[in-house]
């Protein structure tokens, strides 16, 4: 699914997770802020090398059968790495378990190297990388030359950084250092506030983010997330091959950028989720200046750049920053009621949300598309995911039929549009208790394509499997994969997945077609919090008159439903 996407990392492939902003006051605090994430980060590394991880079981649906582990044992210390044919993952030996640790610091686009356990000083203290920190934070602004900025490479197609990383990989030097980076159990980016040009746009008022770091909402908090603000910001302090980049705002604007290829954003969420509630658990610290440690200072790595690298670099800031303004991002929360409401009225949330998405895209444009959402399969051993087509036939009779007397609000251009459906005067020829009918039919349906992926009766995963297998069997690919069906089914329109997490935090991710849509979502007892994408250069999505689509389509399903 993965190594033959030549499509860059950030926004195609990569998700960004925002968790709730930190209070900084100084320096210090977020030197320790970091620290401590590092701490947890060696602790939870203890545990996977002790083999005492707890096994996790399924919450529903044949309940307490054992989840498939693997995903939590490559999530430190791993890389993808580009190819100039397919991309391939660099993983660690989980036999190898005195080996030493250090982690990637990126700091204004300088990298450095913090040993973080060696043999002979064993595992450094929180204090001690504390001080490694605030080192690195005092020494990055005051260096005399701006450094090359290499990670911005690493934001390109996979065949154009696969060959420029051999280019890198000609020098000695720069061999050692994209080792080091592949090798780091995480990179933790140290970032600069993000510009409000990054806050949401457009529907304002109905819909606004309600969280804020300073003037910034939740969506310019997921743009640094997803890609780091282009290269005038952030997105040269990054290194988008590495699985786990965390990433931490001076103005307490905090989160994730991940490497989607070795994991699931569930097991990444999880670890950092009890990462952070450890944290909350300490009382924080009245920092008098540097304590005094007596270790030697990170190393600062350096590059050699040749010529030919130097241009590549100006071309990729050209390239990422077009990539970057083409990303229409909308972080959108529900408030008017999340799952206990869904609930209460009987029905799955997930199958509930599903069923609000392609309702809230068949008004707009009057027809469902291909639509994906992540199944988990962690049931099977190395089970990843499958998918669930949630565009049924059943659902699209009631999206019909709820929008009877409507029409398709199909041309998105103009915000007149607005008054208009507001004087619209709508009719139905359905009564309310034959819409209830249509939607239990659509939800039941929706609840049997989920069961039946989760159980492992998907058919999009053995579809893959059989494909691979019929590319590597007769060199090219059997008729069924060429067929125009197969790759109508396959364009996901409208790609979704549900990131639950525990804490206020939500993970987005941009379309995986270019006049598509991507939506994400968290679904919280009294608010569902939705991460919708598009690309403005297609020409009739819009990230919020989707999320408008939405608040109406939910408005419509509580009145619906409610008694
Ligand atoms: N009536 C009342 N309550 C119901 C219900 C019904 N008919 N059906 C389900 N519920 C309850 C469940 O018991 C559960 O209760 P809890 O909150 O107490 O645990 C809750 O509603 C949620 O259940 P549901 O909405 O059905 O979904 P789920 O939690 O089983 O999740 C998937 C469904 C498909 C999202 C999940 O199985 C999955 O695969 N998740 C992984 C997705 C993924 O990989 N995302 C990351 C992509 S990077």
């Given at each position: 699914?993965?190594m033959d996407?030549?499509?860059?990392l950030p926004?195609?492939?990569?998700p960004?997770m925002?968790?709730?902003?930190?209070?900084?006051?100084?320096?210090?605090?977020?030197?320790?802020?970091?620290?401590?994430?590092i701490?947890?980060i060696l602790?939870?590394?203890e545990?996977?090398?002790?083999?005492n991880?707890p096994q996790?079981r399924?919450?529903s649906r044949e309940k307490n059968?054992?989840?498939?582990m693997?995903?939590y044992?490559?999530l430190?210390g791993s890389c993808?790495?580009?190819?100039?044919?397919r991309?391939?993952?660099?993983?660690p030996d989980v036999?190898?378990?005195?080996?030493?640790?250090h982690?990637?610091i990126?700091c204004?686009n300088q990298?450095?190297?913090?040993v973080?356990?060696?043999?002979?000083?064993g595992?450094?203290?929180?204090?001690?990388?504390f001080s490694?920190l605030?080192y690195i934070?005092s020494?990055a602004p005051c260096?005399p030359?701006?450094?090359?900025?290499?990670g911005?490479?690493t934001?390109?197609?996979?065949?154009?950084?696969a060959?420029?990383r051999?280019?890198?990989?000609?020098?000695?030097q720069?061999?050692?250092n994209?080792e080091l980076i592949?090798?780091?159990?995480?990179n933790?980016?140290?970032?600069?506030?993000?510009?409000?040009?990054?806050?949401?746009r457009?529907?304002?008022g109905?819909?606004s983010?309600t969280?804020?770091a300073?003037?910034?909402?939740?969506t310019?908090m997921?743009h640094?997330?997803?890609?780091?603000?282009?290269?005038?910001?952030?997105?040269?302090?990054?290194?988008f091959?590495?699985?786990?980049?965390?990433?931490?705002?001076?103005?307490?604007?905090?989160?994730?950028?991940?490497e989607?290829?070795?994991?699931?954003?569930?097991?990444?969420?999880?670890?950092?989720?009890?990462?952070?509630?450890?944290?909350?658990?300490?009382p924080s610290?009245e920092?008098n200046?540097i304590t005094q440690q007596?270790?030697?200072?990170p190393?600062?790595?350096?590059?050699?750049?040749?010529?030919?690298?130097s241009k590549?670099i100006q071309e990729?800031?050209r390239?990422?920053?077009?990539?970057?303004?083409?990303l229409d991002?909308?972080?959108y929360?529900y408030q008017?009621?999340?799952?206990?409401?869904i609930k209460?009225?009987?029905v799955s949330?997930?199958?509930y949300?599903?069923?609000?998405?392609?309702l809230?895209?068949?008004k707009?444009?009057g027809h469902l598309?291909?639509?994906?959402e992540?199944?988990?399969?962690?049931?099977f051993l190395l089970?990843r995911?499958?998918c669930i087509r949630?565009a049924?036939?059943?659902?699209?009779?009631?999206?019909k039929a709820m929008?009877?007397?409507?029409?398709a609000?199909?041309?998105?251009?103009?915000?007149k549009?607005d008054e208009?459906?507001s004087r619209?005067v709508s009719?139905?020829i359905?009564?309310?208790e034959?819409?209830?009918?249509?939607?239990?039919t659509?939800a039941?349906?929706q609840?049997?394509?989920?069961?039946?992926n989760?159980l492992?009766?998907?058919?999009d995963?053995?579809l893959?499997?059989l494909r691979e297998a019929?590319?590597?069997i007769?060199?090219e690919?059997?008729e069924?994969?060429?067929d125009?069906?197969y790759k109508i089914?396959?364009c996901?329109?409208?790609?979704?997945?549900q990131?639950?997490?525990?804490?206020?935090?939500?993970?987005?991710?941009?379309?995986?077609?270019p006049?598509?849509?991507g939506c994400?979502?968290n679904?919280?007892?009294e608010e569902i919090?939705?991460?919708v994408?598009?690309?403005?250069?297609a020409d009739?999505?819009s990230?919020s008159r989707?999320?408008?689509?939405?608040?109406?389509?939910l408005?419509?399903?509580?009145?619906?439903?409610?008694k």
């Amino acid at each position: 699914m993965y190594m033959d996407v030549p499509l860059p990392l950030p926004i195609n492939s990569n998700p960004g997770m925002v968790f709730p902003p930190r209070k900084f006051t100084t320096v210090h605090d977020v030197a320790r802020f970091a620290a401590r994430i590092i701490d947890g980060i060696l602790e939870h590394k203890e545990l996977l090398d002790s083999g005492n991880l707890p096994q996790e079981r399924a919450a529903s649906r044949e309940k307490n059968q054992p989840l498939c582990m693997a995903q939590y044992y490559r999530l430190l210390g791993s890389c993808r790495r580009p190819g100039l044919e397919r991309d391939s993952q660099f993983l660690p030996d989980v036999r190898n378990r005195d080996e030493s640790h250090h982690i990637i610091i990126c700091c204004r686009n300088q990298m450095y190297c913090v040993v973080v356990q060696a043999n002979q000083i064993g595992k450094l203290s929180e204090d001690e990388i504390f001080s490694q920190l605030l080192y690195i934070l005092s020494d990055a602004p005051c260096l005399p030359s701006a450094p090359p900025m290499i990670g911005l490479l690493t934001a390109e197609p996979r065949r154009i950084w696969a060959k420029d990383r051999q280019v890198l990989l000609q020098d000695e030097q720069n061999c050692r250092n994209i080792e080091l980076i592949e090798k780091s159990l995480i990179n933790l980016c140290l970032d600069e506030t993000l510009p409000l040009a990054f806050n949401a746009r457009g529907f304002v008022g109905a819909a606004s983010s309600t969280h804020f770091a300073g003037h910034r909402d939740e969506t310019n908090m997921a743009h640094e997330m997803i890609h780091g603000g282009g290269s005038e910001c952030n997105t040269a302090n990054r290194w988008f091959d590495k699985t786990m980049q965390i990433i931490i705002c001076n103005d307490g604007t905090w989160g994730l950028c991940y490497e989607h290829s070795t994991s699931e954003g569930i097991a990444v969420v999880s670890l950092l989720e009890k990462i952070l509630n450890k944290i909350d658990e300490i009382p924080s610290l009245e920092e008098n200046g540097i304590t005094q440690q007596h270790l030697p200072p990170p190393e600062r790595l350096e590059w050699i750049v040749r010529p030919e690298i130097s241009k590549r670099i100006q071309e990729a800031k050209r390239d990422v920053d077009r990539r970057i303004e083409d990303l229409d991002f909308y972080v959108y929360r529900y408030q008017t009621y999340g799952k206990n409401f869904i609930k209460s009225c009987r029905v799955s949330p997930d199958v509930y949300i599903q069923l609000a998405l392609q309702l809230a895209y068949y008004k707009l444009y009057g027809h469902l598309v291909s639509t994906y959402e992540s199944a988990s399969t962690r049931r099977f051993l190395l089970g990843r995911v499958d998918c669930i087509r949630s565009a049924s036939i059943e659902a699209l009779e009631w999206a019909k039929a709820m929008c009877q007397g409507e029409g398709a609000n199909v041309a998105l251009e103009s915000d007149k549009e607005d008054e208009e459906d507001s004087r619209k005067v709508s009719f139905s020829i359905y009564n309310r208790e034959q819409l209830t009918e249509l939607f239990r039919t659509a939800a039941t349906r929706q609840t049997e394509i989920m069961v039946q992926n989760i159980l492992g009766n998907g058919i999009d995963i053995p579809l893959l499997g059989l494909r691979e297998a019929s590319r590597e069997i007769d060199g090219e690919l059997h008729e069924l994969f060429t067929d125009e069906s197969y790759k109508i089914a396959n364009c996901f329109l409208l790609s979704t997945s549900q990131v639950a997490c525990t804490t206020n935090s939500f993970m987005g991710y941009g379309p995986v077609t270019p006049r598509g849509y991507g939506c994400s979502y968290n679904p919280h007892p009294e608010e569902i919090i939705f991460c919708v994408s598009a690309f403005y250069s297609a020409d009739n999505t819009s990230a919020s008159r989707y999320a408008k689509s939405l608040q109406e389509s939910l408005d419509i399903m509580r009145d619906l439903l409610a008694k």
